[in-house]
Nanobody
Framework: QLQLVESGGGLVHPGGCLRL?????????????IGWFRQAPGKERERVSC????????DYLDSVKGRFTISRDNTKNTVYLQMNSLKPEDTAVYYC???????????????WGQGTQVTVSS
């Protein structure tokens, strides 16, 4: 069974940091691009970042550039999202998703995790 499992979410103060992990089971991530998405209440799901299968190409939502870093360790079958200088507007459920290529829109992605909550609040 193909599964993606996110972890690392939680409650953090503004300016704090979290590292999210996206671990795969039942398949290898080596051939997949991985996108990190987020969805806040009442808002559409948006792509925060994406990394190509090789890790050589990355892309970020403008509002997180310079604060978030996506990376992957294919030996651990895991992709990470390091989130620094967190802001209240980063509060959302964060999901990882796998696809052959980095695409902008959620329907393009074949496999999804269940999500992890990130709350930034004082």
């Amino acid at each position: 069974q193909l599964q993606l499992v996110e972890s690392g979410g939680g409650l953090v103060h503004p300016g704090g940091c979290l590292r999210l992990s996206c671990a795969a089971s039942g398949f290898t991530l080596d051939y997949y691009a991985i996108g990190w998405f987020r969805q806040a209440p009442g808002k559409e799901r948006e792509r925060v970042s994406c990394i190509s299968s090789s890790g050589s190409d990355t892309d970020y939502l403008d509002s997180v550039k310079g604060r978030f870093t996506i990376s992957r360790d294919n030996t651990k079958n895991t992709v990470y999202l390091q989130m620094n200088s967190l802001k209240p507007e980063d509060t959302a459920v964060y999901y990882c998703a796998a696809n052959w290529h980095c695409e902008e829109l959620p329907p393009e992605y074949e496999h999804w995790g269940q999500g992890t909550q990130v709350t930034v609040s004082s």
